[in-house]
């Protein structure tokens, strides 16, 4: 199955199609590297998208695409926000892909703060690759990345709010991996915020069982905390990447691409899918997107 999935393996990226689905437009947490309220709607850009779907408008997209876009074998819900804050249309949307083609292998992303809840759900519904971006271990450092953390019902901010996040992305990765998922974990190298401990994480992630990391570059996003940071160097993102290869398979062609995007990971061919006007974006998992969603958390 992964053979077939462009992101888990190099060599499929050429030849196998994936497309995004826009049904998960709110987030429950904020990431300093997103801006929710950010309006680029006819930029190709990281976490852009032009629309957001019910279930039964994507599934019907699903089918159009089907028609049109060959070697497409992997259906993704990557927001715009977070999958797992938009459960139930994540789930209807899966159930009814499902019923339409039992073949498709279906791809979650998300931040990974409600995977105690729905893990077990996910498992039974039978979806075996899920992204969770997992920028550190420890609270501290993730109350620099995160501002706050709307966790059932309440805002915890700073390292308190990371505590949860951080503590519930683990349990979560470590149940899905037991649970025969292949969980790739993504992790946003921000320099002087995150960088030194990636290799960490990277350590983590394998003892809990994750199958593959794509360390990714930070994209500053106009209007977010870190629009003013340098945008990672690619040079160091590699030695990074050399480096972490040690411990554990690094996934090093993620083209970050939309919360709709369609087709080879080389070639998006979302707009020629396009069916609703415009509206909000973001992106894989939390994973340095740009979003602009008013209604966020
Ligand atoms: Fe989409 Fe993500 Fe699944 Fe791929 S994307 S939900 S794992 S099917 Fe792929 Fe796009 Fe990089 Fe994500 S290139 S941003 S890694
Ligand atoms: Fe939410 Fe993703 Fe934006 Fe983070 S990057 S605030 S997880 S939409």
């Given at each position: 199955m992964t053979g077939r999935h462009p992101c888990y393996s190099y060599e499929a990226h050429h030849k196998y199609a994936r497309m995004h689905l826009p049904v998960a437009p709110r987030c429950n947490i904020g990431c300093n590297y997103c801006n929710r309220k950010f309006d680029c709607v006819s930029e190709s850009r990281p976490g852009v998208t032009s629309e957001v779907l019910t279930p039964e408008a994507a599934r019907n997209k699903f089918l159009l695409v089907r028609e049109k876009v060959a070697n497409l074998s992997v259906v993704g819900?990557?927001?715009?926000?977070?999958?797992?804050?938009?459960w139930g249309s994540t789930r209807r949307t899966i159930e009814l892909i499902k019923e339409?083609?039992?073949?498709?292998?279906?791809?979650?992303?998300?931040?990974?703060l409600m995977l105690p809840d729905y893990a077990r759900e996910i498992v039974e519904l039978g979806v075996k690759h899920v992204t969770v971006t997992?920028?550190?271990?420890?609270?501290?450092?993730?109350?620099?990345?995160?501002?706050?953390?709307?966790?059932?019902g309440k805002v915890h901010r700073?390292?308190?709010?990371?505590?949860?996040?951080l503590h519930n992305q683990q349990k979560g990765i470590e149940y899905l991996s037991r649970n025969g998922v292949l969980v790739k974990v993504n992790i946003?190298?921000?320099?002087?915020?995150?960088?030194?401990?990636?290799?960490e994480v990277v350590r983590r992630v394998k003892e809990l069982g994750a199958f593959i990391t794509n360390i990714m570059p930070l994209v500053p996003a106009p209007g977010s905390v870190f629009q003013d940071y340098a945008p990672t160097d690619a040079a160091e993102l590699d030695r990074?990447?050399?480096?972490?290869?040690?411990?554990?398979?690094?996934?090093?062609?993620?083209?970050?691409?939309?919360?709709d995007a369609?087709?080879?990971?080389?070639?998006?061919?979302?707009?020629?899918?396009?069916?609703?006007?415009a509206e909000p974006n973001a992106g894989c998992g939390g994973s340095n997107r740009t979003?602009?969603?008013a209604a966020a958390s």
């Open positions: 819900i990557a927001g715009p926000g977070d999958a797992l804050a938009n339409a083609d039992p073949e498709v292998i279906f791809c979650l992303s998300s931040n990974g997992v920028n550190c271990l420890d609270s501290v450092t993730g109350s620099l990345i995160y501002r706050h953390v709307n966790y059932r700073g390292a308190a709010g990371a505590e949860i996040l946003v190298m921000v320099k002087g915020v995150n960088d030194d401990r990636i290799p990074m990447r050399d480096l972490c290869g040690q411990d554990m398979q690094q996934m090093r062609h993620c083209k970050q691409c939309r919360a369609i087709g080879l990971l080389n070639e998006d061919r979302s707009r020629e899918f396009d069916t609703a006007p979003s602009k969603i």
